[in-house]
T-cell receptor, first 114, second 112 residues
């Protein structure tokens, strides 16, 4: 069974631009979560989608948004990029998103903002 | 005080050593305790998963949780160079399975 797939693998943008990252969850998984990983802050939760609805949101500004499609694939968007947005963005999926669920991560998209 | 604390390392050990990786947390609501392993330029990979206090063993790995002292440990027996990675502890409350609070991780280096 294929794992969580994230595209693109690497991305370079300049300040002020916007970016869209894509995530395909494990087949059959309906919940997709996004995390940001930086050396200074570690892994921080961005948001979670289940059945095309945002179910949880972390403490990030409104420039960070996401959506989920009917096939469970998800995208996240960052508008008006800042230098501090440079990070590894990780997507994780789980089957139904219940209390006993485990998250499975993709390899991430490394975003560099110049 | 951060919710989850880990010594960043690096922790350097020779092949075959027993490794002890530790994590402390402050939130009493944490009920599930995960350990993830992350290789360079890869996403975290779930290694161990325990609920509440006690020990759990899986091959060379043992996870130990002491909720009274809010202390989590991961032991690796007969460590291998392939165990060289960053180990992240990630506790969470009963609900909110997706909102893991990760420690910053401990880098482990196992030399042949």
């Amino acid at each position: 069974k294929a794992g969580v797939t994230q595209t693109p693998r690497y991305l370079i943008k300049t300040r002020g631009q916007q970016v869209t990252l894509s995530c395909s969850p494990i087949s059959g998984h309906r919940s997709v979560s996004w995390y940001q990983q930086t050396p200074g802050q570690g892994l921080q939760f961005l948001f979670e989608y289940f059945s095309e609805t945002q179910r949880n949101k972390g403490n990030f500004p409104g420039r960070f948004s996401g959506r989920q499609f009917s096939n469970s694939r998800s995208e996240m968007n960052v508008s008006t990029l800042e230098l501090g947005d440079s990070a590894l963005y990780l997507c994780a999926s789980s089957f139904l998103g219940g209390e006993d669920e485990k998250l499975f991560f993709g390899s991430g998209t490394q975003l560099s903002v110049l | 005080q951060k919710e989850v604390e880990q010594d960043p390392g690096p922790l350097s050990v020779p092949e075959g050593a027993i490794v002890s990786l530790n994590c402390t947390y402050s939130n009493s609501a944490f009920q599930y305790f995960m350990w993830y392993r992350q290789y360079s330029r890869k996403g975290p990979e779930l290694l161990m998963y325990t609920y509440s206090s006690g020990n759990k063993e899986d091959g060379r790995f043992t996870a130990q949780v002491d909720k009274s002292s809010k202390y989590i440990s991961l032991f690796i027996r007969d460590s291998q160079p392939s165990d060289s990675a960053t180990y992240l502890c990630a506790p969470r409350p009963f609900s909110g399975y997706s909102t893991l609070t990760f420690g910053k991780g401990t880098m482990l280096l196992v030399s042949p």
